[in-house]
């Protein structure tokens, strides 16, 4: 991959109480990566400053492009994407809702719909194309995440729990394609969950967060 | 009783002949309100905007200023405009008094803070998630932005219509700034105020119904608008 993450020594607090203690590592290698823990681990929070929606109060999350020099904020972030745990659907057309990354980066007409109509169909999403998205089952909801995201093809990939109260058929369907995504793809996947079962099926690269640090497995 | 169901039918028969000044007054109404309108749409739309979307000082008070003042006395707001336009007033000279533009200014005055208040209402009602979402897929400040408006786009259909339907059953404001001159500034509601004041109640009666029309098919705008929005939590 081109784009590597290194985190060094991220400290992170909201109102006096530390979620995060000084967490160091990088994702060097495209794959999957896992961030286990239990609620309130500080998983997300770290998942948050990588994809950098969040600043940490101490450290860094520094990407290195490929010996190209350093990257606006606003190109950087069009590189990576992160998908939230409530995915955030517009009220509009699933289509309408893969279409809306691509057509901010000002991307021609035919190619955006060609390029959010494989991500549809990617995730299996083809036969509710045209439907208003917030009446998708939760389930669904995630997988049109995943295919808004898919669509303007991140370098690196974030997902928040997103196999998380979704019922057995839906998360199996959103595995396969995150290990598709991860194996097939060649892209960086960095997950979080707090399912051991599920972070041991999908990848070997599994850290584990406890009480804002990072603890071997 | 006959006279009631007399000045009915007058009224009625009125409406069928297409009657010149009937037609007159009622295009000129339309024409005030929706001036009115359209301009306390685009001044309103980016002061909601900027206290909806922005970390601005005191938004807590100008979210309440602009609350109270979408119950403002339409006879007040007449006099502070008259005021102004008035010769002596600052800018008597323009010579705006007793004319439709001074009615628009009225109207637009009154119906700025609704604007405000019920776009501003549906801006901050819109999940923080749109925003973030937004950002994660890339989009800059601005287009993140764009995207929590088009989130509240009913809730901000909603109250532009609301405020429509407040300037259109006004008549207090543009009494007073317009003078209610026959085929210059008269209008719906000033109309009915006078012809009902004289007994006439013919002419009365027939902008009435097409008064209470008019609201009916804002109303029924505003309630589809609202049942298109309410959709989503269905």
Redesign the interface.
């Known amino acids: 991959m081109s784009l590597k993450l290194k985190v060094s020594n991220i400290t992170k607090q909201y109102d006096g109480v530390p979620v995060l203690k000084g967490v160091s590592l990088s994702f060097e290698d495209s794959g999957i990566y896992v961030l286990m823990g239990d609620n309130g681990s500080g998983k997300s929070t770290l998942l948050r400053i990588c994809?950098l929606?969040e600043v940490p109060d101490n450290g860094s999350a520094v990407y290195e492009t490929g010996g190209i020099p350093a990257l606006p904020d606003?190109q950087l972030?069009?590189r990576i994407?992160?998908?939230?745990p409530?995915?955030?659907?517009?009220?509009?057309s699933v289509l309408q809702n893969v279409l809306?990354?691509l057509n901010?980066?000002g991307m021609g007409r035919h190619e955006a719909l060609n390029k959010a109509e494989a991500a549809i169909e990617y995730v299996g999403l083809v036969h509710k194309k045209d439907q208003?998205a917030?009446t998708l089952s939760s389930g669904e909801t995630r997988r049109l995440g995943l295919a808004?995201?898919l669509a303007?093809e991140p370098e690196i990939l974030f997902l928040d729990e997103p196999a998380a109260f979704v019922d057995s058929k839906n998360r199996e369907i959103i595995e396969e394609i995150i290990l598709n995504v991860g194996k097939e793809r060649h892209r960086t996947v960095i997950m979080t969950t707090h399912n051991r079962e599920r972070a041991e099926r999908l990848s070997e690269r599994v850290f584990f967060l406890e009480n804002g640090n990072l603890r071997p497995v | 009783m006959d006279y009631l169901a007399e000045g009915f039918l007058k009224a009625i028969r009125l409406i069928l002949s297409f009657d010149t000044e009937l037609t007159k007054i009622i295009l000129l109404s339309l024409k005030v309100s929706g001036l009115a309108l359209g301009a306390a749409t685009v001044l309103g739309l980016p002061v909601a905007a900027i206290m909806g979307l922005k970390r601005i000082p005191m938004k807590g008070v100008l979210v309440t200023v602009f609350n109270t003042f979408m119950g403002l006395p339409p006879v007040a707001v007449g006099l502070f405009v008259y005021l102004i336009l008035s010769r002596r007033g600052p800018l008597g000279f323009m010579g705006l008094l007793y004319t439709p533009s001074a009615m628009v200014i009225a109207q637009t005055i009154l119906a700025f803070p609704i604007v405000v208040s019920l776009c501003h209402a549906a801006l901050v009602s819109v999940d923080p998630i749109i925003r973030q979402a937004s950002r994660t897929l890339g989009a800059t400040e601005r287009q993140a932005a764009v995207a929590v408006i088009k989130e509240a786009r009913y809730g901000i259909m909603s109250g532009v219509i609301a405020a429509l339907g407040r300037v259109m059953a006004e008549v207090g404001a543009i009494l007073i700034v317009g003078g209610n001159i026959a085929g210059y500034t008269r209008v719906m509601t000033t109309t009915i105020a006078m012809e009902t004041d004289k007994g006439d109640f013919e002419l009365a009666l027939a902008l009435g119904i097409i008064l209470i029309g008019i609201s009916l098919i804002i109303n029924f705008a505003l309630h589809l608008v609202q049942q298109k929005g309410a959709r989503k939590f269905t």
């Open positions: 994809a929606l606003i972030k069009r994407t992160l998908v939230l409530g995915v955030g659907v517009f009220n509009t809306y990354g901010i980066r208003n917030l808004r995201a303007i």
